[in-house]
């Protein structure tokens, strides 16, 4: 038992060595080769892969498949707003509920901008965004004080 201890401890001290070495190592871009650099959107970037492509298009439908109003229901709750949804299980039924919706929402962002080319398809991820927000918002403004919190959990 003693060795098992003894080798873990050594594993945690080599993994915290290698990476105070990681981060003290100086940055392999130079200055020239940044300035080759530019911002550029989304929109114009083309994905042609077949494997991105379709891996894309599954994330459009696990999008789709998730229902904003039980995402919503821990807001609603801690606001004192009614709902006739349930939660989700998993982390929408611990002290971290309530998080999920911002990955959600960003990951339903950026997948509208990328949609732009199939209209209904962009339609429908900008229909769940304008679900989201004004409910949100709801919750924020009769809770008065312009908190907004999804967790119902006490922690």
């Known amino acids: 038992m003693r060795t098992k201890k003894t ?23 130079s200055a020239a080769s940044t300035e ?3 911002p550029f959107d989304m929109e114009q970037l083309t994905v042609t892969d077949p494997y991105l492509t379709n891996a894309f298009n599954k994330e459009i439908a696990y999008l789709q498949s998730i ?5 919503l229901v821990g807001f609603k709750q801690t606001a004192g707003l009614s709902t006739n949804y349930s939660k989700y299980g998993g982390w929408e039924s611990t ?4 998080h999920t919706i911002g990955h959600y929402m960003e990951a339903l962002a950026q997948a509208y901008k990328n949609t732009k080319t199939n209209p209904t398809v ?34």
């Not at 080798?7 to 871009?29: G, H, W």
């Not at 229902?67 to 995402?71: I, Q, S, T």
């Open 67 to 71: 229902d904003p109003n039980r995402l």
């Open 95 to 98: 002290p971290i509920e309530g």
């Open 7 to 29: 080798i873990c401890l050594l594993l945690i001290f080599l993994l915290a060595l290698s990476l105070s070495q990681m981060l003290a190592m100086p940055p392999s871009v």
């Open 122 to 155: 962009n339609a429908g991820l900008k229909k769940r965004i304008d679900l989201i927000i004004p409910e949100l918002q709801a919750c924020q403004n009769k809770r008065g004080d312009g908190y907004i919190c999804g967790t119902t959990v006490a922690i």
């Open 36 to 38: 080759l650099l530019h």
